[in-house]
């Protein structure tokens, strides 16, 4: 009984609407229903016209980078209202008819100011597309609680914040405020920047720009991570202040905002003048206030002065010695550690403050902070750093002395040139010493092949790991390229400048000459590249194996003819450099 109870629900079930697959195009231009019968349709059939079936249809929704460029227009139109918003405020302070709030440098304490409410400023434009369901929710109106009054520690206004959009809520800093401000909901401060309020879609933008042009060179923040902690109700002061450094070279880099660069800078290192302070005492220090410390210096370098960028950047290398042994690790280090991507986190942050170091030292001819012999793990590959997949890596002897060509990560590649270059450094300030006190010039040649030989194997390893093609495409891969032929250059000018005409190993010059006349050519057509890559995406450190191959040029250029249209090129790129980064006019007062 029951098989016939089935068999009659069986019967009884409606047959298929339509049989599957797709309608085929006379059928769509028609606009009636295609049976999808094969070979031909029954409607093709009948007409004698040829059945067509497009299986492949085009994506329905925007275009592709249609929402990335709407943001940006939004952006750009917030700071177009923001200024004009500055401007009037301005008008009334001068009229003695503005409300604002002003607070001292040197004043941390917000008791007895008063915040006005001001209305905020909404956006209203309509979404049509369900592609981005994120984009849709970003729309929905204000959170609860989130428009405030902001402080300028530039004397500047303090106004409501003007972003109602949801998707990208972060909340507002009390940098530089008393230790009782921290324990207030930070979403009752606005990030004011001398009368220049920072909504919540452009903070989501220099977050954005951050990690696209940036995070490429100072691979030092996991990204979730930053994310995670950025929209804690409670951030700490130290990662305030990197918050804010990463917005001030996220402008630096980007033209929509540019015009906010300097209230960023200032404010963020005034906020760090002021955590500076309050941590005298202190047995510890955060990484966040390390890093953003080598991120202003950075952005320093770029655009504001290279003395000011030197002294910050010492001011990082100082902390991260005070706090050594929060950075140095032992072999007997396991992947099972509390918290492996913290550790990942300090050893890219020494690391960083590394190659910093040494290539800024060997323009300088300056003594370097840090010794490469340290119990420090190289950094891990951006892949699993990022995924947060524990890696245990070697530490930098290893990867130095390495002949085999094992792909390695661009930021481990970038340690061992500054490792090689500050070789070439110390051997060089050896060699000073030794001519001053007279020693035997043996142990010059000694050293000098050492470091030649190191080279030119750690030359050829890069060259086979990453071809030339990868490396013109890259700024990261090009930047280290670049210092790759630069230390050919750099020793071949302490070799010429140790042999006498009557030397007996004037014959190995040769040897030196041709290499260096083959890394400057080289450079130069690697110099050429730097036009086909996006300005705001090269290396901030570029200038430097620039200023030193057009050194090269002017001093040797008895080594070719064709020197002068080559050091034109280099000219002209550090010309074109100079709309971005004020680096190369800084490091005019420092050639040999």
């Not at 002003?102 to 979404?127: E, M, V, Y």
């Not at 452009?202 to 996991?222: E, G, K, N, T, W």
């Not at 002021?274 to 950075?298: D, P």
């Not at 930098?396 to 002395?401: H, M, N």
Request: charged share 20%; proline share 5%; aromatic share 8%.
């Amino acid at each position: 009984m029951p098989q016939s109870v089935d068999m009659s629900i069986q019967s009884s079930t409606p047959p298929a609407r339509q049989n599957p697959g797709a309608a085929c195009e006379e059928c769509r231009r028609r606009k009636v229903r295609c049976d999808r019968q094969q070979p031909s349709c029954g409607l093709c059939l009948s007409s004698g016209v040829q059945c067509q079936v497009t299986t492949p249809r085009p994506p329905r929704g925007p275009k592709r980078g249609y929402l990335k460029a709407l943001q940006a227009r939004i952006a750009t139109l917030e700071g177009t209202l923001l200024q004009q918003q500055q401007q009037q405020q301005q008008q009334q302070n001068q009229n003695g008819n503005g409300n604002t709030i002003t607070i001292s440098p040197s004043d941390s304490s917000i008791d007895g100011l008063t915040f006005n409410d001001q209305a905020p400023l909404t956006w209203d434009f309509p979404i049509t597309t369900d592609e981005e369901a994120t984009l849709q929710d970003l729309c929905r109106g204000p959170a609860p609680g989130t428009t405030s009054g902001a402080s300028s520690l530039d004397g500047g206004s303090v106004q409501a914040s003007t972003s109602p959009i949801q998707g990208f809520e972060t909340p507002s800093d009390g940098v530089g405020f008393s230790d009782a401000v921290l324990g207030r909901k930070m979403s009752e401060l606005s990030d004011g920047l001398d009368g220049i309020n920072i909504s919540n879609l452009m903070q989501a933008d220099l977050d954005q720009l951050y990690f696209d042009r940036v995070h490429s060179f100072a691979p030092v923040l996991h990204q979730r991570r930053y994310f995670s902690w950025a929209r804690n109700m409670a951030k700490t002061e130290a990662q305030t202040c990197l918050r804010h450094a990463m917005w001030t070279l996220a402008a630096s880099v980007s033209a929509h905002y540019q015009n906010i660069g300097d209230s960023l800078y200032r404010y963020t290192r005034r906020a760090l003048e002021n955590l500076e302070s309050k941590c005298v005492g202190l047995a510890m220090t955060e990484v966040e206030q390390v890093q953003a410390w080598l991120l202003l210096a950075i952005h320093e370098f770029m655009c504001v002065d290279f003395s000011r960028g030197w002294v910050s950047a010492g001011r990082a290398f100082r902390l991260i010695q005070l706090n050594w042994l929060q950075y140095s690790e032992g072999s007997d280090v396991s992947l099972a550690q509390t918290d492996w991507v913290d550790a990942e986190q300090k050893r890219r942050t020494f690391w960083l403050a590394y190659c910093l170091d040494r290539f800024v030292s060997v323009r300088n001819n300056s003594p370097m902070t840090f010794s490469e012999q340290n119990t420090i793990r190289l950094p891990s590959p951006e892949v699993e750093f990022q995924n947060e997949q524990p890696t245990l890596t070697g530490f930098l002897p290893e990867a130095i002395t390495a002949r085999d060509s094992i792909s390695t990560s661009t930021f481990t590649e970038c340690v061992v040139v500054a490792t090689v270059i500050g070789r070439a450094l110390s051997h060089r300030q050896q060699s000073m010493v030794d001519n001053i006190y007279l020693n035997e010039s043996r142990d010059f040649y000694d050293r000098h092949e050492w470091v030649n030989t190191v080279l030119i194997q750690r030359m050829d390893v890069f060259s086979m790991n990453y071809p030339v093609a990868l490396q013109e495409a890259d700024p990261m891969l090009l930047f280290i390229s670049m210092m790759w032929r630069t230390t050919v250059l750099y020793m071949y000018q302490l070799m010429k400048a140790v042999i006498h005409p009557t030397d007996e190993k004037r014959t190995a010059l040769a040897d030196y000459t041709r290499q260096s006349t083959i890394a400057a050519k080289e450079i130069v057509n690697l110099t050429n590249k730097l036009s086909q890559l996006n300005s705001f995406k090269v290396h901030p450190l570029t200038p430097i194996p620039l200023s030193l191959c057009a050194e090269f040029f002017v001093s040797y250029h008895e080594l070719g003819d064709t020197y002068s249209k080559q050091l034109q090129d280099i000219t002209e790129a550090m010309h074109g450099l100079m709309s971005f980064s004020n680096l190369g006019p800084g490091l005019g007062a420092y050639s040999r």
